[in-house]
T-cell receptor, first 115, second 112 residues
């Protein structure tokens, strides 16, 4: 149980375009989803916390207008990187948790390359 | 802000030996700790967790030790195997909060 699916696993896009990444909890309802960014050989850095039906809470230094997060249902959260630039190239990972639980399940990550 | 840190960026061990990966945390309010394994190009995989009211917890081939006095935890892997090669992260959670704070990670390399 507690499977999180992330799609796509990798994407290459042109500079200036937007890319959407999906995060789905397959067998549980995720009250909260988290989005992380990870640069090579570095740790995971939390970008934002997403609660179903409400606006996401962004960490300091993360541009909310650039990284649009939507959590429209208890099983789906999306991260849209708008007007992507090469410096946005990174590994994006989501995780999900359910109410009353302290466990976190992570997706398999999305490798974004902006050319 | 406060963070969780690791002592060693890279650890090389011989196959069959035991591995010990260390982690220091600075937030005295942290009350839940998790070790994750991350293979190249994949998301973190849960290994084992421990609450602050415990000082030791064992799983299959893994043991986590928590020393709250010095704010230190460790992950011990018995009989390390090639498949254990990965980056290991500790993460902590502060009571009442739901945001995990990750350490910098330790690259474990298992030599044949």
């Amino acid at each position: 149980g507690a499977v999180v699916s992330q799609h796509p696993s990798w994407v290459i896009c042109k500079s200036g375009t937007s890319v959407k990444i999906e995060c789905r909890s397959l067998d549980f309802q995720a009250t909260t989803m988290f989005w992380y960014r990870q640069f090579p050989k570095q740790s995971l850095m939390l970008m934002a916390t997403s609660n179903e039906g409400s606006k996401a809470t962004y960490e300091q230094g993360v541009e909310k207008d650039k990284f649009l997060i939507n959590h429209a249902s208890l099983t789906l959260s999306t991260l849209t990187v708008t007007s992507a630039h090469p410096e946005d190239s990174s590994f994006y990972i989501c995780s999900a948790t359910r109410q009353g639980a302290r466990g976190y399940t992570f997706g398999s990550g999305t490798r974004l390359t902006v050319v | 802000g406060e963070s969780v840190g690791l002592h060693l960026p890279t650890l090389s061990v011989q196959e069959g030996d035991n591995s010990i990966i260390n982690c220091a945390y600075s937030n005295s309010a942290s009350d839940y700790f998790i070790w994750y394994k991350q293979e190249s190009g994949k998301g973190p995989q849960f290994i084992i967790d421990i609450r602050s009211n415990m000082d030791k917890r064992q799983g299959q081939r893994v043991t986590v030790l928590l020393n709250k006095t010095v704010k230190h935890l460790s992950l011990q892997i018995a009989a390390t195997q090639p498949g254990d090669s990965a980056v290991y992260f500790c993460a902590d959670l502060t009571g009442g909060g739901n945001k995990l704070t990750f350490g910098t990670g330790t690259q474990l390399k298992v030599e044949l």
